[in-house]
């Protein structure tokens, strides 16, 4: 710190000015880690300033973990390893409407909760209740929280990545529960997952294997659909035919473009009652995510489907996340809490400064099978 540095931003207080200053210090290692501060006396003859001024800059400081005071000892420079002390949660307005997948994140929600008042952070949440056309834009409530220091990370647990570009161009840690070109984003191992519900099918006796699934994976040409699943889901085919089962065309069933969320329940209904119009049907079926499990239901019971006689079936359900099915059935289960320490560790890793990539969650297999009561 240079002996001559004194707040002169007269739009901005004093004690925000030497806060920033200090923190810009300890995080580019001006102030290393083990530096010992001199004292609050020492500091307000330094900035021309009041003790008042310094301990309200040096505070927010000590919250964050980047500083620790003691006494008779002073205060120590901790280092660019600062301590998660507060945190916004953003959801967009699809977390209260009823639409989708509302009850995964509202659980989402609880976990994250639960696991950051384990170390005491302060939690601040805003949820998106403006029209979607104005959700291009950040809250300004938001914006003016992060340049007042008032949340260290953002965790953005219910969004459309094409409605919320603005994530990207926060000044602070962010992490993603998304699709979208986030490196902080977590989202669930597709080729894990299909791994594990192909084999268990398969050690249940099926021969053939169809898929229920909302993406958009078709081409233009009819002709081109094995490959579009190959572009989207890596080695599908691969793990499909490594198992011994065939697939056609025709028992994999998803929508020519994007779904809404209030929409996916209908479509696994609908999807279906198509798959098994066919002349020719799949041994065991694999429908995701829970969601489209819960319209599928309705429509197999519907239809009058023996399962597992005629049709054996792979569902995913979120952990701890209500889902009622009559039918016996196997399960590839998320586990919520697992999605949640995945957000927070996304945050935690930028903080302390280290390489931040993607981040797909695997599901566990739950095999127990419900048999039809005679």
């Not at 210090?25 to 020492?42: E, M």
């Not at 008042?52 to 000892?73: D, K, N, V, Y």
Request: charged share 25%; aromatic share 6%; hydrophobic share 35%.
């Amino acid at each position: 710190m240079s002996e001559t540095d004194t707040p002169n931003n007269s739009r901005i207080p004093a004690y925000r000015q030497i806060e920033e200053e200090l923190r810009c210090q300890i995080l580019n290692g001006t102030l290393a880690c083990g530096t010992r501060l001199p004292n609050v006396l020492a500091l307000a003859k330094q900035y021309s300033t009041s003790v008042f001024t310094i301990q309200s800059a040096l505070a927010p400081l000590a919250r964050e973990g980047l500083i620790i005071s003691a006494p008779r000892r002073g205060t120590t420079v901790l280092g660019g390893k600062g301590k998660l002390s507060t945190v916004g949660l953003y959801f967009c307005g699809d977390y209260l409407n009823g639409r989708g997948n509302r009850d995964f994140y509202r659980r989402l929600h609880e976990e994250i909760l639960k696991e950051l008042s384990l170390e005491k952070t302060i939690v601040r949440t805003w949820i998106d209740t403006r029209e979607e056309s104005f959700q291009g834009e950040p809250i300004p409530e938001l914006l003016d929280s992060i340049e007042n220091h008032g949340i260290q990370a953002l965790i953005a647990c219910c969004v459309n990545p094409q409605d919320v570009k603005w994530l990207s161009k926060l000044n602070i840690p962010i992490s993603v529960s998304s699709t979208g070109p986030f490196n902080s984003r977590i989202g669930q191992d597709s080729h894990q997952m299909f791994q594990v519900a192909l084999r268990q099918l398969r050690e249940r006796g099926c021969r053939s294997v169809g898929l229920i699934i909302p993406r958009p994976i078709w081409g233009p040409k009819e002709s081109d659909r094995m490959q579009d699943i190959v572009g989207l889901f890596p080695k599908f085919l691969d793990a499909v035919r490594d198992e011994g089962l065939e697939i056609r065309n025709e028992w994999v069933r998803t929508p020519e473009g994007r779904l809404m969320d209030d929409e996916l329940e209908e479509f696994g209904y609908r999807q279906f009652l198509e798959l098994w119009k066919q002349p020719q049907r799949p041994e065991g079926l694999i429908i995701y995510p829970d969601t489209v499990v819960r319209g599928a239901i309705t429509g197999i019971l519907q239809a009058g489907v023996s399962v597992p006689n005629d049709l054996k079936l792979v569902l995913h359900r979120n952990e701890n996340v209500p889902l009622i099915c009559p039918l016996p059935a196997s399960w590839i289960v998320t586990s919520v809490r697992q999605w949640a320490v995945a957000l927070i560790e996304q945050i935690q890793n930028q903080i302390e400064n280290r390489h931040v990539q993607p981040v797909y969650l695997p599901v566990s297999l739950n095999p127990e099978i419900v048999e039809n009561n005679p």
